[in-house]
């Protein structure tokens, strides 16, 4: 009796306003509908002419076609088709296969370490060949290999529209955030554009380090499947050991580049997942968003250049990204590749969020919140302010990116 009586004589001491504002913060969120059908996903840019859809098609079937020796598979490799990567939620999704790289650090310089194979390991080989008295077998990480990161596959929806916007977009969107002077400016991945000769904006890849699609899709063919084409005409070296390829079954190239043109055009017509279900706590959870400074590089809106398609013509998207490199700090994969460092990260593009099961470069995480609990570097102001945030802000921030 007396404890109840202690109990109701310290809640008549707190405001019935007070009482109220803690049970806001700890009622939970309404439920959330569910997602958008996955069949909305993995669609081309309706509207396309016949001419266009027919290429669109025949890059999608160049796109799941499981590749084999007489194509020119190997030796060494990840996996025989793109799709077995990305088809999550559909074709041309990202997934949770994850690949690995390697390197070390000589004389305070990224070794990507060549002479064991690179710094992308294939873990997967042809093994032995009718007539030939060699196996080819996967790699695996040597001991001279001090950093070690795993990537996982990203999504390729509506990456036509980045490709279509012009590099002076991306230049200009880092210089506006080196004007603002906060400590979270981006750069723009100054990288080798085979097809142009020249270096231009890199745009694709988790750490931007590569230009275009087309090179994308040649850079992929080679290093994934083992597939060569003119941009890209030399095997790699099993484990580094180059006199191996004496026993290639499929040298010189196995693509003319009509197959990578094909994957291409799947990529570049492949239209950008379609928003989810804006709710009430969708659409504060953008504000809180905005607030907490993830825009300073997750942008909202880019737009198109000038384009012979008309559905990339000078159009508006939204990515939620500004493909830039940052220093995201400890988050970081010790990776040097392309213009970045071992600490920058391209900013991932958000569109499509609500596909992903895992999250980071690596998936680590299984939770928004444990993947922005985990920014670092230029990433960590936003970071500490979302700690900061009340339970229904939280909730609410949650709900607009599982709308994304």
Known sequence: MKRFLAVAVLCSLVSPALLAQRRRAVTPPPPQPPAPPAAQAGQPFPGLPASLLALFNAGRDEFREAENVDGGLGPVFNDRACGACHNVPVLGGGSERAVTRIGTIVNGSFDPLTRFGGSLLQNRAIGPQEGSPHAFRGEQVPPAATIVARRRSMSLFGLGLVDATPDSTFVTLASQQASRNDGT????????????????????GWKAQVPTLFQFAGDAYLNEMGITSPFFPNENCPSGNCAELQFNPRPGLNDGGEDTRALADFMTMLAPPQ????????????????????????????????????????VNYQPWSDFLLHDMGVLGDGIEQGAANGREIRTAPLWGLRFVTTYLHDGRVRTLEGAIGAHDGQGRGSRDRFNALNATDRARLVAFLRSL
Do not use: P, W, Y
Request: aromatic letters at 4%; proline letters at 0%.
């Open 275 to 314: 928003r989810g279900a804006i709710t009430a706590d969708a659409a504060a959870g953008e504000a809180v968003f905005n607030r907490i400074g993830c825009n300073a590089c997750h942008v909202s809106t880019l737009q198109t250049g000038s384009h012979s398609i008309a559905a990339l013509n000078r």
């Open 185 to 204: 400016a981006g750069r723009a991945a100054m990288v080798d554009n085979l097809a142009a000769g020249m270096r231009t904006v890199g745009k694709f």
